[in-house]
């Protein structure tokens, strides 16, 4: 029997990552986060120092970016590595996330990653994260989730982690950038955002975190029983 593949797409900011690995390891479903897949070739080639903005440079890089993913290391994170180096921490910074979305919108660096994520769904039971898992990665997924939530929602949640994290920025600049990374996502040639056509869509506006996850596994379940 083949494995059962959950894929979770939506915007930035719409909390997919916290909500998908809560919905897997409820599930018992290995979680994979793919945006820290772009993270760590866009960390790559800030340490090359490759000019982001130069296709071909960055194409160069691909034959050198040994990228690997593990599950197994006992904290239940999913740890990436760049030439058996651990990474997982550096590719949180923020200049790795810009680094990240250029390189991820050339198209032979999401051909050269699309290996890499479909060997996994082939190998576990996943529960998947990213921009066009439904619609390009996992097309036949057995459920397909367009996880969203309004701009202003999702800069309200932001603002309130900054202030967290010690680092505040006020309202009307956070959600400027929400509307522009939107819009380049949306707008961007290679797998741009959008919601695949049989993906049942999970709108977390109005929902605090426990009922986003009741919604998500909600929307999980049903799908997988069809
Ligand atoms: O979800 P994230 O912020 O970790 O993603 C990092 C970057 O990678 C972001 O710019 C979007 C891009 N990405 C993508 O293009 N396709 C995916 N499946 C996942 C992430």
């Known amino acids: 029997m083949g494995h059962k593949s959950v894929a979770i797409d939506g915007p930035s900011g719409a909390g997919k990552s916290t909500l998908a690995r809560k919905a897997a390891e409820v599930l018992g479903f290995l979680y994979v986060d793919t945006g820290a897949i772009y993270r760590t070739l866009g960390l790559l080639a800030l340490e090359r120092k490759v000019d982001l903005s130069d296709t071909a440079a960055v194409k160069a890089l691909l034959p050198q970016a040994e ?3 593990a599950h197994d290391s006992g904290d239940g994170l999913q740890h990436m590595y760049l030439c058996g180096r651990d990474v ?6 923020p200049e790795v996330s810009r680094a990240a979305s250029a390189v991820s ?4 660096v999401r051909d050269f990653l699309m290996e890499t994520q479909r060997s ?12 066009d898992i439904g619609t390009v990665v996992l097309p036949e997924a057995d459920v397909k989730i367009f996880l969203t939530a309004s701009p202003e ?3 309200r949640r932001r603002c309130d982690e900054l202030l967290q994290r010690g680092t505040p ?10 509307v522009e990374r ?4 949306i707008s961007r040639t290679a797998a741009p955002l959008r919601q695949a056509e049989d993906a049942v869509l999970v709108d977390t506006t109005e929902l605090d975190l426990e009922e986003s996850l009741q919604a998500l596994l909600d929307a999980v379940r049903g799908g997988l029983e069809r």
């Open 67 to 69: 990228i690997r993913l």
């Open 105 to 108: 919108a050339i198209q032979a």
């Open 120 to 131: 996994l769904a082939r190998e576990h039971d996943v529960v998947m994260d990213g921009r």
């Open 182 to 185: 939107d819009r380049r996502d």
């Open 169 to 178: 920025q006020d309202y009307e600049t956070v959600l400027a950038e929400i």
């Open 153 to 155: 929602a999702r800069a």
């Open 88 to 93: 997982t921490g550096d590719i949180r910074r």
